[in-house]
T-cell receptor, first 108, second 111 residues
Framework: GQQVQQSPASLVLQEGENAELQCNFS?????MQWFYQRPGGSLVSLFY???GTKQSGRLTSTTVIKERRSSLHISSSQTTDSGTYLC??????????FGSGTKVIVLP | NAGVIQTPRHKVTGKGQEATLWCEPI?????VFWYRQTIVQGLEFLTY????????DSGMPKERFSAQMPNQSHSTLKIQSTQPQDSAVYLC?????????FGPGTRLTVL
């Protein structure tokens, strides 16, 4: 079945530093999403990005289908960026398979 | 647009009791998905509907779990004879194409 590997598992940043989160998937995909979740919070969709590059504020998502990977870049991190970032992929007309998440802590 | 609505937000049941969780998808979305989130297992797919028809229930425990979508405005997930291992956050998502939008979840605690 589909497998999604996320790395790193956790990350500690000093405020202002940049970070790159990685997601690798084992099969071809039709859908790739990045989510953000605070402890006890809802899943907030950051990007729907099945291919190419998308940017929203300080966040940039890049998906390279041929290499079966997607990345999320956080620039100039802020303490409010702390939380867990999850990637998820889906094949054609199917449910999402999630990675295990990257827990990000941004220190002031 | 209120987003995906899930009720109740929290539910506590005793072992062996029944729990019914409700989901109201975003108006106009044709697909509804149910997932479960635990610290140990992470996010797991349970089942999904498209245009109210069940499409894939491969993630559903075969015993005690059932899901329905009687109309386009709501879906239910029912767990019979709840067990402590059913304790989790149950998430509902809806979609009109590929991008999925998640509700806030129902935190089920089985004592």
């Amino acid at each position: 079945g589909q497998q999604v590997q996320q790395s790193p598992a956790s990350l500690v940043l000093q405020e202002g530093e940049n970070a790159e989160l990685q997601c690798n998937f084992s099969t071809s995909l039709n859908s790739m999403q990045w989510f953000y979740q605070r402890p006890g919070g809802s899943l907030v969709s950051l990007f729907y990005n099945p291919s190419g590059t998308k940017q929203s504020g300080r966040l940039t998502s890049t998906t390279v289908i041929k290499e079966r990977r997607s990345s999320l870049h956080i620039s100039s991190s802020q303490t409010t960026d702390s939380g867990t970032y999850l990637c998820a992929m889906a094949g054609f007309a199917s449910a999402l398979t999630f990675g295990s998440g990257t827990k990000v802590i941004v220190l002031p | 647009n209120a987003g995906v609505i899930q009720t109740p937000r929290h539910k506590v049941t005793g072992k062996g009791q029944e729990a019914t969780l409700w989901c109201e998808p975003i108006s106009g979305h044709s697909a509804v998905f149910w997932y479960r989130q635990t610290i140990v297992q992470g996010l797991e797919f349970l089942t999904y509907f498209r245009n109210q028809a069940p499409i894939d229930d491969s993630g559903m425990p075969k015993e005690r779990f059932s899901a329905q979508m009687p109309n386009q405005s709501h879906s239910t997930l029912k767990i019979q004879s709840t067990q402590p291992q059913d304790s989790a956050v149950y998430l509902c998502a809806s979609s009109s194409s590929y991008e999925q939008y998640f509700g806030p979840g129902t935190r089920l605690t089985v004592l």
